[in-house]
């Protein structure tokens, strides 16, 4: 039928062309006559529709052909790579013409999907982009080209402005060959048993497809490690891998050391503000927030550190990442300190209790202190003046921008023979001081929450100030004495949190972590 | 309720008043702008803050008198500009709605003596339109409480903002008028987002000039 249909749309085409050559007929004409075809041939358009409706299918495909008026050709052709990497992107329609200029082959390598930006069920609205149906951050105004009252969506304004009169398109390249890539695999550093026993879980639940996967090892047990692996097989068999974190420094901390092991393999780095955030790769290292960009685009989708912050709390967040899987796809949870929620689910979980080293975890030690008076306590001065007898750095951990902030002077006029520098979300130099410390020139960091998770330093011991603050939840208190001893030469280290009012965090943090250590000596 | 730019929950005061009360927007403490507002001597031409009260130079170097005067609201400083920045290129419609009382009172302020008044916002060429689908000025004029009438149109020109200050003030009109447009009888006052050189409300203002109005002034958000 639909053939029938477009070779009568050219037929008429054909004949009106020769009409206007020869005077006959005006472009007015030809529009009507169009519209008298698209009527006489309605019941066949219906009955399309009514059909994909019986199989689930959006009709807006069929409709889609029909305007293309060629119909998309499934023939043999050789694929780009680059054709290859579109599919699962979603994008807005700037970004789409952008992308097509790239070659002639677009029409029959790359399908697209259309769907309105906003949609709306009674009164409850829905961003089909960031996927947020919280209807405080849905704002109305009145748009200049349609004429009407459009809403847009506040959530996601920072990746360019989403309005109802807008649509989506999310392409998709079907792979008709799966290619075996060339990663380059470079890892020549052994495994613990207790690493490979994970690597290898991992591995099978990716070559297996099972859904869900968590991976629950202590801080410093060398989970990125237990990663390689199962990675490099995915990409062999030509499966596209995305690891997502929910924190910048993190992946900025990955990057090289993805790069050393896949030498063969281009890696995109996506955080907000990279260069890289409009290419696409077989291997994808981005933040959470990142993911917006892609519906079924992964086949593998590595989570790290799921109880951080913003992604634990964040249900659009959850629901994007979810999206970006395909359906067939394998997730995999790595953290240190689960979350109860993940925990309840019940996935298949791998357990690692002893980090890579052997030795158990630093047990943190909880002094009460008075913050009432002075922003550095005396026992707190002497404290340092003891750490500093021996030769690690130390980190200071305060709850709030403000408290780093006042502190700092203090220290820095306190100890005035040490460097001393203090590190924040907001503050200009954080790389620079951070890479600083790395290379032992600064003595004493002050940080708030940014280094909780995810970044190493060799041999450093750590105070938490404040520990009795709310930002300290059982999570960050575990991560935060998780920093101290990671290295192999250097696996003790104090960890002191001082506190005004012991909380439930603090005691729960402590037993946790002597828990995990019980569990490691007696395996 | 929730800061308009960061998202956080602001804390409000829950009452029974607030009950049957719409949803007003607001920034939280740490987003809030800090903006000044323009008080003391200024240019009498342009309306900038001047130690004394004389025109400035960009003023004095103005022959032709056609605006009356312009008069700002607030110093056009970073917090200013990151504000309308937020409006404009990253399309934020409601980012100065928080600002509508004090818009509309800093208008009456300074033209409360005129009588009969009509408001023409600065256009937007129909490209920058579709791009935006919202024109900033129409979004101020439309926060005062006086009628409001879209008289002008304009061809489409590169960003204003792009431009080096030479280039911008060799521009060529970009403005015009509908024929058989019918114009008000009082005086106008042209509103626009920002004063900068002043190119854009001098051409603006002559167009009108030329169509036969003789008062008119002009407000701006910004000097």
Same mark, same amino acid.
């Given at each position: ?57 959006? &009709? ?119 290619? &075996? ?113 892609? *519906? ?22 959850? *629901? ?14 790595? &953290? ?188 | ?223």
């Amino acid at each position: 039928m639909l053939k029938k249909l477009d070779q009568s749309i050219r037929t008429l085409n054909q004949q009106i062309d020769r009409n206007i050559m020869r005077g006959h007929a005006s472009m007015k004409s030809r529009s009507q006559q169009m519209i008298q075809l698209f009527k006489h041939h309605q019941p066949v358009l219906t009955s399309i529709r009514e059909n994909d409706r019986r199989n689930n299918r959006p &009709s807006h495909q069929s409709s889609d052909i029909l305007l293309n008026k060629e119909p998309v050709v499934h023939e043999e052709v050789t694929q780009d790579d680059t054709y290859l990497l579109l599919d699962g992107l979603l994008v807005t329609k700037d970004r789409l013409s952008s992308l097509k200029v790239k070659g002639d082959q677009w029409n029959v390598a790359v399908n697209v999907d259309t769907f309105p930006a906003i949609t709306q069920k009674y009164v409850f609205k829905r961003c089909e982009r960031c996927l947020n149906e919280d209807s405080t951050l849905f704002l109305f105004f009145p748009c200049g080209k349609c004429h009407k009252t459009d809403w847009y969506c506040l959530n996601c304004l920072t990746y360019g402005r989403i309005t109802t009169c807008q649509t989506l398109y999310h392409l998709r390249v079907p792979a008709r060959k799966i290619k &075996s890539l060339e990663t380059g695999f470079q890892f020549t550093s052994t495994l613990t048993p207790h690493q490979q026993q994970a690597s290898d879980r991992l591995a099978k639940a990716i070559k297996t497809g099972e859904r869900h996967l968590l991976i629950h090892a202590v801080c410093g047990a060398g989970k990125t490690e237990m990663l390689f692996h199962g990675i490099n097989d995915a990409l062999k068999s030509g499966k596209r891998v995305a690891v997502a974190t929910p924190r910048q420094d993190v992946i900025k901390e990955l990057l090289p050391r993805f790069q050393a092991v896949f030498t063969s393999v281009q890696i995109v780095c996506q955080y907000g503000g990279s260069d890289d955030n409009s290419k696409q790769a077989w291997l994808t290292l981005c933040t959470t927030h990142q993911l917006i960009r892609y *519906k079924a685009a992964f086949d593998v989708l590595i989570i790290d550190e799921v109880d951080a912050f913003p992604y634990h709390h964040d249900q659009s967040l959850i *629901k994007q990442s979810k999206r970006a899987l395909k359906g067939t796809g394998t997730f995999i949870y790595l &953290s240190a300190t689960p979350r109860q929620a993940l925990v309840k689910k019940r996935y298949p979980t791998c357990f690692v209790p002893v980090r890579y080293h052997g030795h158990p975890l630093p047990v943190p030690e909880a002094y009460f202190t008075r913050f009432k008076n002075t922003p550095l306590p005396r026992n707190i001065k002497e404290a340092i003046i003891h750490q500093r007898e021996n030769n690690r750095q130390l980190l200071l951990f305060v709850a709030t921008i403000k408290q780093a902030n006042t502190l700092l002077p203090y220290l820095q006029t306190t100890f005035k023979n040490l460097t001393i520098e203090a590190v924040h979300a907001s503050s200009d130099e954080r790389k620079q001081h951070i890479d600083q410390f790395r290379l032992t020139t600064i003595d004493v960091l002050v940080t708030t929450t940014i280094l909780e998770r995810g970044v190493t330093f060799p041999s450093v011991d750590v105070f938490v100030l404040q520990a009795d603050h709310d930002v300290f939840d059982e999570a960050a208190l575990v991560q935060i004495a998780g920093r101290a001893g990671r290295s192999k030469n250097d696996p003790t280290g104090s960890v002191h949190f001082y506190f005004e009012t012991y909380t439930k965090a603090i005691r729960k943090a402590i037993k946790a972590i002597k828990q995990m250590n019980a569990l490691g000596e007696k395996l | 309720m929730k800061c308009l730019n960061c998202l956080t929950e602001l804390d409000t005061l829950v009452s029974w008043q607030s009950i049957g009360q719409k949803n007003s927007l607001a920034y939280c403490a740490d987003c809030q702008p800090k903006l000044e507002i323009i008080t003391g001597t200024i240019c009498p031409d342009c309306g900038r803050g001047m130690p004394t009260r004389e025109r400035c130079g960009d003023c004095q170097e103005r022959v032709t008198k056609i605006l009356s005067y312009n008069r700002s609201l607030y110093h056009y400083n970073d917090a200013c500009k990151q504000l309308l920045a937020l409006c404009k290129y990253r399309y934020h419609y409601h980012a100065l709605t928080p600002l509508k009382q004090e818009i509309h009172q800093g208008f009456l302020q300074q033209y409360c003596q005129l009588k009969k008044v009509t408001l023409v916002p600065i256009p937007l060429s129909t490209e920058r339109m579709e791009e935006r689908l919202f024109n900033q000025a129409t979004l101020i004029a439309s926060m005062i409480n006086r009628p409001m009438l879209p008289l002008l149109h304009k061809h489409h020109t590169d960003k204003q903002a792009h431009k080096s200050r030479k280039e911008r003030l060799d521009t060529v009109n970009p403005f015009f008028l509908k024929e058989g447009q019918v114009l008000p009888k009082g005086p106008i006052v042209l509103i626009d987002d920002v004063y900068t050189t002043g190119t854009t409300i001098h051409h603006a203002a002559n167009v009108l000039h030329h169509a036969g109005i003789t008062e008119i002034y002009s407000f701006t958000l910004a000097r």
